[in-house]
């Protein structure tokens, strides 16, 4: 018997439909990272980070927060980070991933309803499969979808919280979420408004906040602040009102049973932090890049892109995508074709991501490039 065979059916047929992924080495211009500002190399950063384990700052936890494995540097980040986004209070954890997950397994609860928009995280739906609430989705970007199903949950006798989830920046298509709008449907509702502010933290908003504004500092928003893509490090960051921080660690299976992130990393996501707020260069000089990649990009098929560092390239066809991605990832741009399931069938597209890691000419010369390939491809 052959008991892999399961699972080697399933990547065979992958492969066939042109869909199976493979790990790569990043090489080439860097067109594909979330490293938006070029944090990740940060000589800054990584002078900060000699600095600390100089002094002896431990690089491990050790434990659980609330097994030993809770250090200074955790408290000062979620302190911070709380006064910076205007926040009652904070909680810092290993992944944007294991934040989104743990939310939405832990705070919702039995007779709530959770709406999430269709294109959201693939962590909230992991964490709604562990939850305790029904769920639902609305198409996307649409408020009135969200309003008429908590009419409808209403009408039918749904007593409890309505939790509406979104992102405010759509990493696959570069849109941004309705925020005003879903604000006001949530404070019309006596719902709870859920923002994942994972691709548009340090690259928006006042300081690199994002761009919720004033609504996450409303008693009924929560938002998740990644620090793994423009503030270069890894983690993430739910800021809240300070019962429900009370709530997660007492009751947030992913928080209680996790070993805590290093001390080092909560110490250089604080620093990463004050270092955008404190340069407005940063989002300036990513702002330009997105200026010129618009004019240059004029005549490609964005979906509904829109002023954001994600240009979405709608192929269709999966490998179509992945030929177009090879072609020019042989002429040193690393470009990556995305396919379902991670888009909608029929969508497959090349994800270009801006980051201060090139410069203006290799934009323009990946443009140049890009408009060839998609001429040899429609040729073929």
Known sequence: MDRFKPYRDQLDALDQAGRKRRLLIPAGKDFSSNDYLGLSRSPYLKEVAQTAIANGMAHGSGGSRLLGGNHPEHEALEQFAASHYGAEASLFFGSGFAANSALFATLPQTG??????????????????????????????????????????????????????????????????????????ADAHDAMLVIDEAHAVGVFGEGGSGLAGAIGRQENAILLRTCGKALGGEGGILTMPKILREFFINRARPFIFSTAPSPLTAHLAQQAIAHVANNPALQAGLADHIALARDCFEGLSLGDHQDSQIFPVILGEDRVAVRVAAMLQQQGYDVRAIRPPTVPAGSARLRVSLTLNVTQEDIRNLAAALHAALALAKAA
């Open 112 to 185: 709530d309803l959770v709406l999430y928009d269709a294109l959201v995280h693939a962590s909230v739906h992991d964490g709604m499969k562990l939850g305790r609430a029904a769920f639902q989705p609305f198409a996307h970007g649409d408020c009135n979808a969200v309003e008429q199903a908590i009419r409808s949950w209403r009408q039918s006798g749904g007593m409890g919280t309505v939790w509406i989830a979104v992102e405010s920046l759509y990493s696959m298509d570069g849109d941004r979420a309705p925020l005003a709008d879903l604000a006001r449907i």
